[in-house]
């Protein structure tokens, strides 16, 4: 995008970052992707790295976010993109390697993609978003569904007898001592966003610096297949999904802690 | 170099290395193990990529990893691990970058067992994974041709963008004969990457590998373009060897260890004044039609010697088109077939031709079982 000279007087407070990519995207109105998408891309820009990343996109809603993000993307096949991004990454250490994964993608299907990527401490950045739910089929059970919750597949609720509980991924791949670096953020409201953003620059860092494996998780809304207001949405992240997956810094490499906050004790925990 | 005693499975990823192999993903199977192990020891010391991945699935997805960032990468495994890489094979495919994969192939369906098996080849030759595909396939007899078709491998894949495969079974994977090494290929810088390798979009737009094509229309151009690619590898990449075909009556056409052993019954049945000579296809695929059809018009029969119930002698049926009797003996399940069992099925093959040609509608599948005693 060619950058616009602010009118006498005026600062350019705002504008698109250069890392993502000028064109409309598929994402339902109210869909918090668009959020993780420019944050992701604004801490490219800010670390100046645009040129030396490589992007793998999953398969679900962010199936095409090498339409998005202005740079080098390979794309995945369905919970694979931990493993791809570890062949690229290992024969390309130079470079920042990042996957962009729902929570079908990472949590179920490539449950051993992501724990073995985390055990051998790659160095990758994963920004997982999480939620609960599969967009692209349209709106199935996933693997973070909250118990009770109501899916195509689980169309009288998620019932933990016959459909098990939801996985809390940030809890599961903070025990594995390859991650260096493993937060949960949300993104329904500006405070939330900010964090977020700080997050994702330190999951990036974390890989510069050769530290391990970094993932940050992001509550995140899907209006359409929940059925709600996009409004809806985001308080259905802060009461129903917060409490469930906790915000917090599950393992955060020493100096580089952000809230510093233990994660809070998990609510109605099985 | 000097020939050496190797084994089959060492010599092929020590070929690999000496062929510039800067990546290898893989997961132990037998019989294939010591590819992995090797692999394990020398990667590392050569300061190139190795990592034990915690599957098959993982393994085929680094390997699709490493090549779209455009070195020279492979796997290795052996049959039910195979079947596991579909998926990614069929990415690889769908993505149009480099790979190779060595295949040591097990006595199957399921687990099955660890013996010597050719039960692989209509996965590996008929392209496996979802997908209008081809691989090119090499399947080689001795360990010596093991060595050369993998540096070959990598050469194949990289001119057509497509993964290579070397189709061998398990007793070449564990066998040792002299052998000699190729000369150690110097690495290609890493600045001197493929165009079309994801580098980083340093001084040019992002590019994106990807197996997508949404709209129908363009999917099955791109499928075109694949086809057409397929056509270039047939009428250009075909290998095969002849043996003893030189007034031959009689035409055995095998691959790999069951072309070997048939060289041992083609002496035996020549003994006794059988004219029989051997086709031994060196790819699979692309597939060698041509020869196999003028053979088809040179010989009165041809038998179709497989370790598997049947499966490169519907090909050879494909291609021959009834011009000429196409029986088949094969040996399943991990049996490696004697030559005495070739020499029988070529003798019975042969009191047929004398006691009258045999219909090409009469062709009856020989099993073990039925081969006279």
């Known amino acids: ?270 | 170099m000097a020939r050496e005693l190797l084994k089959g499975n060492v010599a092929f990823a020590e070929a690999a290395i000496r062929a510039g192999c800067e990546a290898y993903f893989g997961y132990p199977i037998t019989p294939q193990t010591e590819a992995l192990e090797h692999m394990a020891k020398r990667m590392p010391e050569l300061g190139r990529a190795f990592v034990q991945a915690e599957s098959e699935v993982a393994a085929i997805n680094m390997v699709y990893g490493a090549a779209t960032a455009g070195v020279r990468v492979m796997t290795s495994s052996s049959s039910p691990g195979v079947s596991l890489m579909m998926e990614g094979i069929s990415y690889i495919a769908g993505s149009e970058v480099p790979a190779v994969l060595v295949d040591i192939m097990r006595g199957g369906p399921g687990l099955g067992n660890i013996a010597p098996a050719q039960s692989d080849y209509n996965q590996m030759v008929k392209g496996g994974g979802h997908g209008d595909f081809r691989m090119i396939v090499l399947a080689p007899a001795t360990v010596q041709e093991l060595i050369d078709l993998t540096v070959d491998a990598f050469d194949l894949a990289e001119r057509y963008r497509c993964m290579a495969v070397i189709l061998a079974d398990g007793s070449l994977g564990q066998m040792m004969e002299p052998a000699e090494l190729p000369p150690m290929q110097s690495l290609r810088p890493r600045e001197e990457r493929p165009t079309w390798a994801l580098t980083g979009a340093k001084g040019r737009d992002p590019q994106t590998i990807s197996s997508i094509h949404l709209i129908p229309e363009e999917e099955e151009a791109f499928n075109t373009e694949l086809q057409a690619k397929y056509a270039t590898i047939e009428a250009n990449e075909v290998r095969f060897e002849e043996h003893e075909l030189d007034g031959a009556r009689i035409a055995v056409v095998a691959f790999g260890t069951s072309a070997r052993l048939s060289k041992t019954a083609i002496a035996q049945a020549r003994a006794e004044s059988i004219p029989v000579g051997l086709l031994r296809p060196i790819t699979l695929y692309p597939f060698p039609q041509e020869r196999l059809r003028r053979l088809a018009d040179e010989v009165d029969a041809i038998l179709v010697v497989e370790m598997n119930a049947g499966q490169m002698v519907e090909d050879v049926e494909r291609v021959t088109q009834g011009r000429v009797p196409v029986r088949f003996f094969g040996r399943t399940g991990g049996v490696v077939p004697m030559p005495e069992e070739v020499v029988d099925a070529v003798r019975t093959l042969h009191d047929e031709l004398l006691t009258g040609a045999p219909k090409p509608d009469a062709a009856p599948r020989t099993t073990a079982e039925e081969v006279p005693a």
């Open chain 1, 1 to 270: 995008m060619i950058p616009r000279p602010p009118e006498p007087g005026f600062t350019t407070v705002y504008q698109h970052p250069d890392a993502l990519a000028d064109v409309p995207t598929h994402y339902c109105p109210g869909c918090t992707h668009g959020i993780a998408h420019r944050l992701v891309a604004e801490v490219l820009d800010e670390m100046g790295v645009r040129e030396e990343t490589i992007g793998v996109a999953s398969v679900g809603c962010s199936v095409f976010a090498y339409n998005y993000f202005d740079v080098d993307f390979a794309q995945a096949a369905h919970g694979r993109a931990p493993a791809m991004a570890t062949g690229i990454k290992r024969v390309s250490p130079d470079k920042l390697v990042f996957t962009y994964q729902g929570d079908g993608d990472l949590a179920s299907i490539g449950a051993a993609e992501i724990l073995h990527a985390a055990a051998r401490g790659e160095k990758i950045t994963v920004v997982f978003l999480n939620n609960a739910i599969y967009g692209m089929t349209g709106g199935q059970m996933a693997p973070t569904t909250l118990a009770g919750q109501k899916t195509t597949s689980s169309p009288l609720g998620r019932d933990p007898a016959s459909q098990g509980y939801p996985l809390r991924m940030s809890e599961l791949l903070a025990q594995v001592d390859g991650a260096a670096y493993v937060v949960r953020r949300s993104l329904h409201d500006v405070v939330q966003i900010r964090r977020a953003k700080k997050a994702i620059r330190t999951a990036f860092e974390v890989q510069q610096q050769g530290l391990g494996f970094a993932m940050v998780e992001l509550l995140s809304s899907c209006p359409t297949n929940w059925g709600v207001t996009p409004s809806e949405a985001l308080d259905f992240i802060a009461k129903e999904m917060v409490p469930a997956f906790p915000l917090g810094d599950y393992k955060v490499p020493e100096g580089m802690a952000e809230t510093r906050r233990r994660p809070a004790k998990t609510e109605g925990g099985h």
